[in-house]
């Protein structure tokens, strides 16, 4: 008991370490949080900066998601509880102890949480997101459709994770609501690097 709530606990304190505020202040780029979409996520740091601190970025939100996932699997933790230590994590992203609680969309971090229990599904989650990426060019769009089917790829492949994965797919639906009212209105840019 006492183990399983720590886990939960240091997954949320770890989630909430926002990597985007962090890398922008490291390459000296504007507060992703009040620039482009306003968003503090690997996308919004690509629109303002590019590649590499894009990629830095979004390598350090998954890994947010694997670590406390990993050591939680290597202690023995059941699935139940490692799919609950995995939506901490997502929520420390979203409502970062650190930072006002104005986290982002926890796409990067729920794909990272899915990487040390199920590498077959994180490996088709990258597959639709890149798909759908590269027909439309718009991330929010291929966040969307991989968070919508990802309960049924789950339900396919480890139905032992559904619960959870419905919970995070809820979450990032949610935290996609303006993206979705944008794309809905014929709004929504194509993810390009910001020119200034
Ligand atoms: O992962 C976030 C992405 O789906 C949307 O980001 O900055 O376009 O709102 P953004």
Redesign the pocket.
Known sequence: GALILLAIISAYLFGSISSAVLICRLFGLPDPRTS??N?P????VY?LGGKIPALLTLWFDVLKGMVPVWISYFLGIEPFYLGLIAVAACLGHIFPLYFHFRG??A??TALGAMFPVAWEMALLLIATWLLVFRISRV??L???VTVSLAPFFAYWIKPQYTVPVIMISVLIMWR?Q??IVRLRTGQ?KR?TRRED
């Open positions: 482009g979409s968003n996520g690997a996308t919004n629109r982002g969309k796409v990067a991330s929010s291929a966040a969307i996609h303006s993206n929504e993810t």
